[in-house]
Nanobody
Framework: QVQLVESGGGLVQAGGSLRLSCAAS????????LGWFRQAPGKGREFVAA????????YYADSVKGRFTVSRDNAKNTVYLQMNSLKPEDTAVYYC????????????????WGPGTQVTVSS
């Protein structure tokens, strides 16, 4: 069983930065694809970014390319989301996700989800 716990959310002004962290645990977690989704009020869940097990492959939603960076530290079983140049439309609950298959992570069907952390960007 995989467990994911996010941290680092909060309130920030537009143009600011935040770094989210997700502590992952479970057998074989270092071989899993890890990523991030978000859900804004009144909207569905949206893919944000993902990385494969060795960080060679990374994927981003068009809306965050050039502003967000996903990375992982397998020694710490942690995945990060560095968010720069934040906009009010980035306001959402951000979820850490994991799956053995990258295709499932990118298709909004990963097997494992964290409880989420709130990010609020004020204008």
């Amino acid at each position: 069983q995989v467990q994911l716990v996010e941290s680092g959310g909060g309130l920030v002004q537009a143009g600011g930065s935040l770094r989210l962290s997700c502590a992952a645990s479970g057998r074989g977690i270092s071989n899993y694809a890890l990523g991030w989704f978000r859900q804004a009020p009144g909207k569905g869940r949206e893919f944000v970014a993902a990385t494969n097990w060795n960080s060679v492959l990374t994927y981003y939603a068009d809306s965050v390319k050039g502003r967000f960076t996903v990375s992982r530290d397998n020694a710490k079983n942690t995945v990060y989301l560095q968010m720069n140049s934040l906009k009010p439309e980035d306001t959402a609950v951000y979820y850490c996700v994991a799956d053995s298959l990258m295709t499932k992570v990118r298709a909004i069907t990963p097997s494992y989800w964290g409880p989420g952390t709130q990010v609020t960007v004020s204008s």
